[in-house]
């Protein structure tokens, strides 16, 4: 492991963090949207390489603005549970009160980002994290309709469970965890209290979420609308980059569509920028 030591007056309240598995695309993409800004701030950034032993651990190698954690793989262990695991390293590690979650196939366009979630956590030192609970912004039509579908998936299966009838578990209908894409946490809260993200099965921070609720801290939720206008994420982008879905599953192309879409994006910005 390499490590990066910063000036103790200088360096920002917040670290970075984000878990590399075999995406040399979308990490490059990501870490390149974020380099200047980390630089000038002084922000710690922390990547953590899940074995990856491909192109993108190559590159992250060539990296001297990171702080590059290699851990080695678990025979039989699950995708996010590695992943979970590789969060908890560098939480262990951060020195600083805050840690924000990033994904490789998230794209900060707007660094005020940043700032804007840790005002959220300054007005509120009992605020225990601030992200989003959906990882796309539907808009308000088709959020509407896939909330009332779901409701009513959600009580035809509890009436028919009720009834005796075969049925799948119902699952709720409202999503009320905060998703790991881009979320920040108060680092210094949740070590203080022996937590960390992954302790059980579960997605890496639900339980996490769920034990400071209850310790009576307050978790700030931010409307799609608005962590969208900052940046960009690929739902289930990681996963589908790792060829883990197969090609023609509709994840893998909603995924090489959002890559498309983001390149045009790109070229243009380049466009404008040498006009």
Known sequence: ????VFPAQQQANFSVVLVNYKTPDLTKM???????HAQEQRIPVWVVDNDSADASLDY???LDWINLI????VKGEQGHIAHGKALDLVLDKVETDYLFLLHTDTFVYD????AMMMRECANNPEIAAVGCVEQINRGMLRETWRLTSRFCKHYVRRAKTQLGLKTKEPKPYR???LKSFCTLWNARLAKSHGLHFCMDDRVPGYTL???MVSLGYGIKFLSPRKIFSYLDHIQSGTVAAAGTYGKDHRRTKMYEASIKRLEQQRG???IQASA
Not at 111 to 114: D, I, S
């Open 1 to 4: 492991m390499k490590a990066l």
């Open 30 to 36: 990501c870490l390149e949207l974020l380099r200047e």
């Open 60 to 62: 992250l190698r060539t």
């Open 175 to 177: 999503e009320t965890h």
């Open 111 to 114: 660094k005020e980002v940043f």
């Open 70 to 73: 290699e851990r080695p793989s």
């Open 268 to 270: 243009k910005a380049g």
């Open 209 to 211: 979420q769920d034990r």
